[in-house]
């Protein structure tokens, strides 16, 4: 609520509570700072104000005058003074009477150098040192602005001002603090070499800082393919999906693009990632290799060589012993048997050697394993 809006509930209190009765019965009041007369005429119910700082009598017949007054005195001016020598800014005030806590805002205008420089703070803040801007010089013989309390000769204190000079280094000629060493100072020349990549350096002239560009990343869009890409492009070709997309300096990712290669062990293609080196286990195909037996190898290019035939072992009638494919056995349609030796053996019709039957003409077809249709073996 606030110290007005505390006074005027009391005021209210008060006057609700006693009726219009003179004040010096209301001893022990809640509000000592104003001395209140009450006159007894209900019909003109206003109270005379005393007040202490000013002994007059004001007549008050409307409560909300107090909202005038924030200070919880009269709209006079204060203009006590404090401490530093100035009038107090406020207007009539009950509280703070001694002027110990309430702030001067009046200029400060107190005197901060031996040039007659002054404050422009307000009074109640730290003045600090003179801070006005003043042109000074240097030792070097330059002219610098510095504020008035800096001397030009503080070892803090560097020369701003720009000179041209010629560096030592790559000859070329620059501007720089007068206060940078010439070694230091940065030449502002494009640099351009060119770099083991074919790119160009866009850095300024490093003559004194990594001159043989063993630190340099070079930010421009890759030119070459993908790492491990295998395909072999024309000059001025476009890589495509083959093309690294990442800055000059960064490695590039690994060439996953599906292509058709070659595999060294068996002869056959397959496909791939561009990187990635053809191997016989990735084979798919059949082998196709003749094995010492004479038959063709059934399985897989990729697995291990091996016949799936069922061989027989016999005598000769010279008394040597052979081995022999076991062959299927049919039956002629008088229910003798007789043998085949491949299924090309079984499509031609003939007649039997030992009970002339009519046999074979089965409807087969041959295959590329059979480099001929067998005749019916004896």
Not at 75 to 96: F, N
Not at 123 to 144: F, L, S
Not at 260 to 267: A, D, F, M, R, V
């Amino acid at each position: 609520m606030g110290r007005l809006g505390h006074i005027l509930t009391e005021y209210k209190r008060t006057v609700s509570a006693v009726g219009f009765r003179p004040a010096n019965e209301l001893a022990g009041s809640p509000l000592p700072r104003l001395s209140f007369y009450f006159p007894l005429n209900r019909a003109n119910p206003s109270i005379i104000l005393f007040l202490p700082k000013a002994p007059e009598t004001r007549w008050c017949d409307v409560p909300m005058i107090f909202l005038k007054v924030p200070e919880g005195g009269c709209l006079r001016k204060c203009e006590a003074l404090l401490k530093c020598g100035h009038g107090c800014p406020l207007v009539c005030h009950s509280y703070d009477e001694e002027h110990e806590v309430i702030a001067c805002t009046a200029k400060c205008n107190r005197i901060l150098c031996a040039l007659g420089h002054v404050c422009p703070k307000i009074c109640e803040d730290h003045c600090g040192p003179c801070r006005v801007i003043m042109k000074k010089e240097m030792p070097c013989g330059h002219t610098n602005e510095l504020f008035c309390y800096i001397e030009p000769d503080d070892e803090n204190v560097k020369c701003s001002v720009k000179v041209t000079v010629t560096l030592p280094a790559c000859g070329h000629e620059t501007k720089k603090p007068c206060y940078v060493n010439l070694n230091d100072a940065e030449c502002l020349i494009k640099c351009r070499e060119r770099l083991r990549c074919g790119h160009t350096c866009q850095n300024n002239c490093h003559k004194n800082k990594d001159p043989d560009h063993e630190n340099y990343e070079c930010r421009a869009n890759c030119a070459r393919t993908k790492s491990g890409c295998s395909v072999v492009f024309a000059e001025g070709d476009d890589f495509g999906e083959h093309k690294c997309l990442k800055m000059c300096y960064k490695k590039c990712d690994p060439c996953h693009v599906k292509v058709t290669k070659t595999i060294p062990e068996c002869g056959h293609k397959v496909k791939v990632a561009c990187s990635d080196t053809p191997v016989r286990e990735l084979c798919d195909r059949n082998c196709e290799k003749v094995l010492a037996c004479g038959h063709v190898c059934v399985m897989k290019c990729a697995q291990e060589c091996g016949c799936d035939r069922k061989m027989d072992s016999s005598t000769l009638k010279c008394g040597h012993t052979t081995v022999t494919p076991t062959l299927p056995q049919r039956l002629y349609p008088n229910g003798h048997f007789y043998c085949i030796g491949e299924c090309g053996g079984a499509m031609e019709r003939g007649r039997g050697p030992e009970c002339d039957a009519t046999i074979g003409s089965t409807p087969h077809q041959l295959v590329k394993h059979n480099k001929k249709a067998l005749e019916l073996d004896n």
